[in-house]
């Protein structure tokens, strides 16, 4: 099972230490271009599929294209990528609406009307700062890196539902999420999202948050650096221009990485690499713990899914966290007010 497998290949590490530098602009496009070329070849992969193919194509183009015309333009957008990701983080910690606060009546009848017997609990304020992240033992990768979390922190009975790929784009589970006013993370691939970035522009405006996991979804410790620089800043960059938000998290595909995917992942822009000790289908959940509870602050895995890959729908695994969850006492929050 994957959640427990994670014995992760260490790489040579001193390769990363390295500033890189952002491509030219022209390229960045070619790039783009070739990416969005590549998923309109294929089918809308469902989670798990794999692409290294795509990645390793466009890998080359960029090995050799990076080092030509960084001098010049190098540091003038570094400035520039600075200053925004300052402007980006403000947006991106405004706080998620719900608009309009449910009473505890209202909450109740529309966990009625979407099947459930109790209404999810509601968690608590963000803190003011976010905890300090570390990397569980099994993850980790040495010293210096970004973390690779898998569970926030805290004191508080909270556990973060996080939703990979993008390949089913349920509109039910819009207004679910909608009505019972969810917090969630949505971690989208390009390949799986790129059909209908419209939904999950629909999501965003719902108060989820949209964080990156790659343009192909390959095993990121089977691809060289320059592949997985790619994989990382091509999609922070489709993202930016499909959801207007930059991302601040990655999630590495099927939570496989090594010290360069880390790397690579924080020149990109992000800060944190979250992994996850449970994960959810639409009728079970898996838990990493040997108690079979979540414990405070657990991330929770899940994906874009429908009736053909997991016999049921988007509700249905919705239905089945809530119900977990708010039987042990919790309430969901969003990863990213604490990421
Ligand atoms: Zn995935």
């Known amino acids: 099972m994957r959640l427990i497998r994670n014995v992760l290949a260490r790489h040579g590490r001193g390769a990363h230490h390295r500033i ?42 960029k090995g050799q294209a990076r080092r030509q015309g960084q001098e010049q333009q190098g540091q003038e957008r570094q400035g ?3 200053q925004g990701r300052e402007e980006q983080d403000q947006e991106q910690q405004a706080p998620a609406p719900p608009k309009v606060k449910l009473t505890p009546e209202q909450r109740l009848a529309a966990a009625q009307r979407w099947g459930l017997d109790q209404a999810p609990l509601v968690a608590p ?14 993850a980790d990768q040495g010293p210096d890196l970004i973390p690779a979390p898998a569970h926030v922190p805290t004191d508080q009975k909270i556990a973060f539902l996080t939703i990979d790929d993008g390949a089913a784009k349920d509109r039910e589970f819009l207004d679910m999420v909608r009505d019972l006013q969810i917090p969630l993370s949505a971690f989208l691939t390009d ?7 419209g939904y999950f522009r629909d999501l965003h405006a719902l108060g989820v948050s949209i964080q990156n996991h790659t343009l192909h979804h390959p095993q990121m410790n089977h691809i060289s650096e320059d592949e997985q620089y790619t994989e990382i800043c091509g999609q922070q960059d489709i993202l930016e221009r499909e959801i207007g938000v930059r991302p ?25 690499a979250p992994l996850w000790n449970e994960e959810a289908f639409a009728d079970r959940m898996d838990f990493r ?29 919705l239905r089945t966290v809530l119900r977990k969850v708010t039987e042990q006492g919790y309430a969901l929050a969003r990863l990213e007010d604490y990421a």
């Not at 803190?127 to 300090?132: A, F, G, T, Y």
């Not at 998290?249 to 090594?258: A, K, Q, S, T």
């Not at 713990?289 to 249905?316: E, S, V, Y």
């Open 20 to 61: 890189r530098r952002p491509l030219p602009l022209v390229l960045t496009l070619l790039l783009l271009l070739a990416g969005a070329a590549a998923c309109a070849g294929g089918d809308a992969a469902l989670p798990g599929a794999r692409d290294g193919q795509d990645a390793a194509g466009l890998g080359q183009l």
């Open 80 to 82: 520039r990528e600075e």
């Open 125 to 138: 304020s963000p803190p003011r700062e976010k905890p300090r992240l570390t990397t569980p033992e099994w």
């Open 191 to 197: 390949e799986s999202a790129a059909e209908d970035y």
């Open 248 to 272: 601040t998290l990655f999630r590495p595909p099927f939570g496989d990485f090594d010290a360069d995917t880390l790397a690579v992942a924080e020149e990109c822009g992000t800060r944190a």
């Open 289 to 317: 713990h040997d108690d079979q509870r979540f414990h405070p602050g657990d991330i929770i895995l899940t994906h874009f899914n429908g009736p053909k890959a997991w016999g049921g729908t988007m509700c249905d695994m």
